[in-house]
């Protein structure tokens, strides 16, 4: 009962493993136990979190975007070369997310429109966009940011930056927008079947190619939320980001099938993500652990939910199956199988015979 | 039908002329003709790709047309989109459920309808209690049964105010019950205005529900009007004529070999995914024919006896040996091959070079290294024996006609040298000429000794070629048929079970 | 127009643009046609070749592997924890190629028991593989960019040797190239990695021993990508736990630019190589002209977007034609 309801909701079982560590860490030192430390991972989870968001919705399309490691670094890097030219900040900030959602909006169109593979196509633009990112730049870091930029992030509050707290309306308005709304449920029944959902009147390309905008003009977010965090932006910002967004959403319960998933999960699962990182920092153990913890919770998650889908899967077939498997229900209906067919065979004798 | 006005004054809602439709070099419509009007049910028959689903999904905007004129409500609409064929208030309901298996009941039927989420949830509610269909609406749709599937695809277009509904097959898996609760639904629709398409093969229900039939054969109308003017049996000769078929089914041509041969394969109280009790033997040089309507259980039988699906109870011996607990590859080494009926899905590598194909239930009996000359050389001897029709052995198996593939085929489960051949649809969908060439390599393998287990849902080719003919019903065995006891009537009698519609079947 | 068949096949384009490329580099700047610049510039990128040769088979049975680039990582650094433990260096060298190809067949078991995608399956493996290089690279202290260095002189001399006039990582990438040709082409291993790419369930019932294939082709990439990590350490005289995260997207850019399909069922040998040789020639020569190596990645990842594309177009330019030929050909009649 509790493994069927787990695995329905995948969200919980990532809540749960979160307040695992959680415990771990109290049993350490009591004194990290408390509400502050959950706020510490959520400061350090931001970036994950508005990654996982556009994961979570590329993925629900049964699409994929390698590429948003390096629209983070792109739109970074344009946000502060503008600030350093003396544009306004949110005049700046405006600008990466346009650009942003431009990268995203070509990822779709080469996905939809050209039915390129995601992964192929993505895969391109990973390399193409972070060689924007350089040539841009001129390969030196961008330093000097406005101090106003970089305030976005300090805390303010009720311990919360002006940025978190946008992450955090962000979250629940994504979540509930890709619940409820016609819009974010198209992107599920595209990912879901996409023949079916073309049937139904959906605008199949056009949702395909929103989703990767969206997604885009997320990862632009992440990259400004990144610059303003660390106060310079070096060429690499964003590099393998990609790869913890999408484990971040599978942790989450987000299928890469398309069709299953919301942005709850993926963000606990974002959570997890960091929070494993956080807790290492604060059990003073090294930070090489965190890829080898992700990887094998990530594994052991990964593989319990496909033997329990497998079970699943059985246990239905077996259903389906079950008068003709179990001897016991074979009984009764063979029984009048039998007896139906007997005076059928009887009777085509004598229509036969009086042929 | 009967408290309906004549409606042949009515403007009409869909206006088919001339329509063409290609799939790749292949014509699927043939300048149909087709007209439908307000509270009309007009009733579309024909084998299979005889071109209706085709010409339903067109009128949805899922197919464009390639030459002639369709218009809805009188407008112009040949470059209608399933946007746009919504806007115009037109539902198609498949044959196939094409739900979204993730999602719940509710999300599959109200996705992407406009209107108030409760509003529409109660009225969802009622209409499944009219319907009297058992499902919740949190269910996931991809853990519901074909049956239910097939509900809940009615449903998303009995909630649409749809002005033409199409129903593609609507009634194949239902209960006579729901068959009627659905026909109920279908006169209240008809009496608002709405015109609807109904696709089915039943018969009877066309008599009950429809104003005017139209009859389909190889992507033309070859009979259309009220179903009344129709006797059953012009019908079914429009539907099923085959043209230059008499040559070569006519009569009962399968002549039992005076005396039996060695056993080849027996299957003992055999239980498993869909069938129980299933006891028969089957001799060398004999066709053993294994009868039934579609889902009665014989495909599960065959692929249990081949080693893809697990059995559950019961035995098999192959040459006096036992088979249990086995994979394909045991099979095919004790000698028992298995032609599968979807040769696109679980037959052929269609993408992949003839010669791939023709070896492939034999790599596992050569060594490491590649012999690829004497897989060629095998290959072109194969070509010459079954008369496959291709350009090189190297060509990818799709660019094959339908029965050019059905021969490769073949070919490859006779490379692996059977003793006991399972034959599942061996003739679905391929040409009169092939079909002959088929029925001959069929006969010949018999007499050459090879013990065949033959599936179809062909009566007239089970009557054929088959010695013996075992008629499943449900899942369980209906009867054995012998000598000249095997007859179409008797086979669709015992594969029907009592009180089949006879008119149907025949 | 008839093109010979040879020349409609996508290898020969490839050759082509291989020598196009070349020459249009050495008209720039004609140090780029020296045989000794274009023999030791493939120093820089045939680790990624090594790789992409395997990887070739894997994409073509339809799966995918992102943990390679790990793999190339945790190889190195078992090498160096293993020398600095003082094992002998050859010892420590195929202890590191056995790891790697253990970890492959941990992705195929880990497959086949989850019945999950590969390509979630492996990068959950590749977050594992790397965090373990992390971790074992953490523990012998060699945190930070330097990795493990100071390798016996032998080994690092390897990179730099000479086979009949060729650097030695070269000749092993042209006689891997010949070796895993043979294999695909020509043995009923590769025979089974066409089939299952093709159509698994059709591969199931003729009995194909699916799970066997995939072990070996998972086996066979990771230890490609083991190999290469040692070719690194090697070339750089030291070994570092991030040795691969470059290499990941490259490798899977040359096994699709060389025609192999990502949904599995087709693709060459000789492509992946042609394409891997194309892509770091790429690379070498817009360095020599004076583009910095980032912007040269850009334009890689450009030309595989525009020939992907292209590719795109061109399927559905011909599904046009077809259809609009067969439409004309009926009005006719």
């Excluded at chain 1, 080469?110 to 972070?130: C, M, Q």
């Excluded at chain 2, 066309?206 to 009220?226: C, F, H, K, M, T």
């Excluded at chain 2, 080693?307 to 099979?331: M, N, Q, T, Y």
């Amino acid at each position: 009962m509790i493994i069927r309801f787990l695995q329905r909701h995948r969200e919980a079982s990532v809540a749960l493993i979160i307040v695992f560590l959680f415990a771990i860490l109290g049993l350490v030192d009591r004194s990290y136990l408390s509400f502050d430390t959950v706020l510490l991972v959520y400061g350090n989870s931001l970036i994950l979190f508005v990654l996982a968001i556009g994961a979570t919705m590329v993925m629900a399309t049964h699409g994929l975007d390698v590429s948003v490691g390096s629209i983070m670094g792109l739109a970074a890097v344009v946000a502060g070369l503008l600030m350093n030219a003396g544009w306004g900040i949110p005049a700046a900030i405006g600008v990466a997310l346009l650009v942003g959602l431009v990268c995203g909006l070509f990822n779709g169109a080469l996905v939809s429109l050209l039915n390129v593979s995601a992964i192929v196509a993505t895969l391109g633009t990973l390399g193409l966009y972070r060689g924007l990112v350089h040539l841009l730049s001129g390969g030196a870091w961008i330093e000097g940011l406005p101090e106003n930029f970089k305030a976005l992030t300090k805390a303010g509050s009720l311990g919360l930056s002006p940025v978190a707290w946008l992450v955090l309306v962000l979250l629940i308005v994504a979540h509930l927008g890709l619940r409820y709304t016609a819009f974010g449920r198209s992107m599920f029944a595209v990912g879901d079947n996409r023949e079916g959902a073309r049937l139904i009147g959906i605008r199949v390309n056009e949702v395909q190619i929103a989703a990767y905008g969206l997604n885009g003009l997320l990862s632009a977010l992440a990259g400004v939320i990144f610059a303003s965090q660390i106060g310079f932006i070096p060429n690499t910002a964003g590099t393998g980001m990609e790869m913890r967004a999408i484990a971040s959403s599978v942790l989450g319960g987000v299928s890469l099938l398309g069709g299953t998933g919301t942005v709850l999960g993926a963000a606990l699962g974002a959570y997890f993500m960091t929070s494993i990182d956080s807790i290492l920092v604060l059990l003073r153990l090294e930070a090489y652990w965190n890829d080898i913890i992700a990887g094998a919770i990530l594994l052991v998650v990964l593989i319990t939910d496909g033997k329990i889908r497998e079970a699943v899967d059985r246990h239905l077939r077996y259903q389906k199956y079950r008068k003709f498997i179990d001897p016991q229900a074979a009984g009764q209906h063979a029984d009048a199988a039998k007896a139906a067919a007997r005076p059928l065979k009887t009777t085509l004798e004598t229509s036969e015979a009086r042929k | 039908m009967a408290g309906t006005s004549p409606t042949d004054q009515r403007a009409p809602l869909v206006e088919a002329r001339q329509i063409w439709k290609f799939f790749g070099s292949i014509a699927v419509l043939r300048g149909v003709d087709l007209t439908l009007r307000p509270g009309e049910v007009h009733a579309l028959l024909g084998g299979n790709g005889a071109g209706k689903s085709t010409l339903m999904k067109m009128i949805a905007g899922l197919h464009s047309l390639d030459r002639g004129e369709l218009l809805v409500c009188g407008e112009d609409a040949s470059a209608m989109t399933p946007v746009t064929a919504r806007q115009a208030g037109i539902h198609l309901v498949p044959q196939e459920p094409m739900l979204f298996p993730s999602l719940s009941v509710e999300e599959n039927v109200l996705m992407h309808v406009p209107g108030n989420r409760k509003e529409l949830r109660a009225r969802l509610e009622t209409m499944i209690g009219e319907i009297g269909a058992g499902m919740t609406l949190s269910t996931q749709a991809g853990q519901l049964e074909v049956a239910d599937q097939q509900m809940v695809e009615i449903l998303r277009g009995l909630i649409r105010d749809a002005r033409i509904l199409i129903l593609d097959e609507p009634t194949s898996a239902l209960t006579p019950r729901e068959v009627g609760k659905l026909f109920a639904r279908i006169r209240a629709l008809t009496a608002q205005g709405v015109g609807i398409f109904f696709i089915s093969h039943k018969l009877g229900e066309i008599r009950e529900i429809a104003d005017i039939v139209s009859i389909l054969r190889d992507g033309q109308v070859v009979l259309a009007g009220p179903p009344k003017s129709f006797t059953d049996a012009e019908i079914v000769a429009a539907m099923t004529h085959v043209e230059g078929r008499e040559d070569f089914t006519l009569g009962h041509a399968a002549v039992a070999p005076a005396e039996r041969g060695a056993e080849r394969l027996r299957v003992e109280g055999l239980a498993g995914e869909g069938f129980a009790d299933v006891t028969f033997s089957l001799h060398s040089g004999e066709i053993l024919g294994l009868a039934g309507v579609v889902g009665s259980g014989r495909t599960e039988l065959a692929e249990t006896i081949y080693g893809i699906r697990p059995a559950a109870r019961g035995r098999v011996f192959v040459e006096g040996k036992p088979l249990s607990g086995h994979g394909p590859r045991d099979s095919l080494d004790a000698g028992v091959v298995y032609l599968p009926e979807d040769r696109q899905v679980s037959g052929l590598f269609v993408n992949a070079p003839l010669v791939w194909n023709a070896s492939a239930l034999v790599l596992h009996r050569g060594r490491q290294w590649l012999p690829l000359a004497k897989e060629r050389a095998d290959f072109s001897e194969q070509i010459k024996l079954l008369g496959i029709v291709c350009g090189s052995s190297d060509q990818p198996v799709r660019t094959l006609s339908g029965g050019n593939q059905q021969k490769v085929l073949l070919a490859k489960c006779l490379a692996a040298g059977p003793r006991v051949l399972i034959l599942d649809e061996p003739t679905r969908g391929v040409d009169v000429a092939v079909r002959a060439d088929i029925y001959r390599l069929i006969d010949r393998l018999a007499a050459e000794g090879l013990a065949i287990l033959l599936i179809s849902s062909d009566h007239e080719e089970v009557e054929r070629l088959s010695h013996r003919v075992l008629v499943m019903n449900h899942g369980y065995p209906g009867g054995m048929l012998e000598g000249s006891d095997i007859t179409i009537n008797a086979i669709a009698r015992l594969s029907f079970g009592v009180g089949a519609n006879l008119d149907a079947a025949q | 127009m008839r093109l010979h068949p040879a020349l409609k096949r996508w290898e020969s384009v490839l050759a082509l643009l291989l020598v196009a490329e070349i020459l249009l580099f050495g008209a720039i700047n004609p140090v780029f046609l020296q045989p000794s610049m274009l023999l030791y510039a493939t120093s820089d990128f045939i680790h990624i070749g090594i790789t992409a040769l395997a990887l070739t088979l894997v994409i073509i049975t339809g799966g995918i592997d992102l943990s390679l680039g790990s793999v190339m990582g945790l190889s190195a650094i078992t090498l160096g924890i293993l020398w600095v433990d003082g094992v002998n260096i050859w010892v420590a060298a195929l202890a590191a190629l056995a790891v790697g190809t253990l970890s492959g067949v941990f992705n195929a078991v880990a497959i086949h028991l989850s019945k999950v995608n590969p390509l979630v399956i492996t990068l959950g493996t590749g977050f594992l593989y790397g965090g373990a290089a992390l971790v074992l690279s953490g523990l012998a202290g060699a945190t930070g960019y330097e990795g493990i260095s100071n390798f016996d002189p032998a080994f690092v001399n390897l990179a730099n040797l000479q086979v009949v006039g060729l650097p030695l990582p070269f000749a092993l990438f042209l006689a891997l190239t010949v070796g895993f040709m043979a294999l695909l082409h020509r043995t009923r291993f590769g025979r089974y990695v066409y089939l299952i790419g093709q159509n698994p369930r059709a591969a199931a019932y003729a009995g194909t021993p699916v799970f066997r294939t995939l072990v070996v082709a998972y086996a066979l990439t990771s230890l490609m990508a083991a190999l290469s990590g040692l070719i690194l350490a090697s070339y750089f005289g030291s070994a570092r736990s991030d040795f691969g995260t470059t290499a990941l997207m490259p490798a899977i850019t040359a096994v699709v630019l060389g025609g192999t399909s990502i949904y599995g069922g087709s693709g060459t040998i000789l492509g992946t190589a042609l394409a891997a040789l194309l892509v770091g020639y790429l690379q070498t020569g817009l360095q020599l002209v004076g583009v910095s190596s980032h912007v040269s990645s850009a334009l890689s990842g450009g030309l595989l977007v525009i020939v992907v594309a292209l590719r795109s177009l061109s399927e559905m330019g011909r599904v046009w034609f077809q259809h609009r030929r067969v439409l004309r050909n009926v009005a006719a009649e």
